[in-house]
């Protein structure tokens, strides 16, 4: 079993440090998709949909992520807003300020894409891209696609993995609703951790 799965939580919330916990307890590095113009203030985590309701990190206490892998979100999560470009631009230098190191992987907010916004991405300077659900060719432009969450069995996963090499899984961490959620986000990582990474080692080891 090599490092196979790849685990990837988004939006950048409070509730993300308990999981930096568990990964730390487990040894386990994930990657995390961040989106820094939300940070300035701690606030509650956009959405008309009652079941994303999450609490923005504050941007003090962004250094919890510095131990893992950083991934863009772009700066605001925006959605058909005419400054996509630059707050895909504005994302890469403010995290690299914060974390003190290159980014190159950017994850679109919403998952949305197309071939304008991957252009944009692009120019925008990151290497490796993940988008929500398949609507371009397959690895075109580096464009890669999440299969599972984190709520999907290990063996599930694995089913993927013997299919293709790797899998990718994502979540956030505002899905965590109860103690028992947790203590299942704990035994899952504990099932998978010897074949646990993150998506820019995937990406490094499969040459994307
Ligand atoms: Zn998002």
């Not at 206490?61 to 131990?67: A, D, L, P, Q």
């Not at 609703?177 to 074949?195: G, M, P, V």
């Amino acid at each position: 079993m090599g490092k196979t799965i790849a685990t990837c939580w988004d939006d950048g919330l409070v509730t993300d440090m308990p999981l930096i916990s568990i990964l730390d307890r487990l040894n386990i590095k994930a990657t995390f998709a961040l989106t820094p113009g939300r940070y300035t203030k701690t606030r509650v985590w956009n959405s008309n949909d009652q079941s994303s309701v999450g609490v923005c990190i504050p941007l003090e206490s962004v250094f919890g992520y510095n131990h893992h892998d950083i991934w863009s979100h772009s700066s605001m999560h925006i959605r058909h807003d005419p400054n996509y470009k630059s707050d895909y631009i504005t994302a890469k230098s403010v995290l690299e300020k914060i974390f003190n190191r290159q980014i190159n992987g950017f994850c679109f907010p919403y998952g949305d894409i197309n071939y304008e916004l991957v252009a944009a991405a692009k120019s925008a300077g990151y290497t490796w891209l993940r988008a929500g659900r398949k609507s371009l060719p397959y690895l075109y432009n580096h464009v890669i696609y999440p299969k599972h969450h984190w709520r999907d069995h290990p063996d599930v996963i694995r089913q993927t993995v013997s299919r293709d090499g790797f899998a990718i899984v994502v979540g956030h961490t505002y899905e965590l609703r109860t103690i028992d959620d947790w203590n299942n986000l704990f035994k899952w990582y504990q099932n998978i951790s010897a074949e646990a990474t993150t998506m820019t080692e995937l990406c490094i080891n499969n040459n994307w």
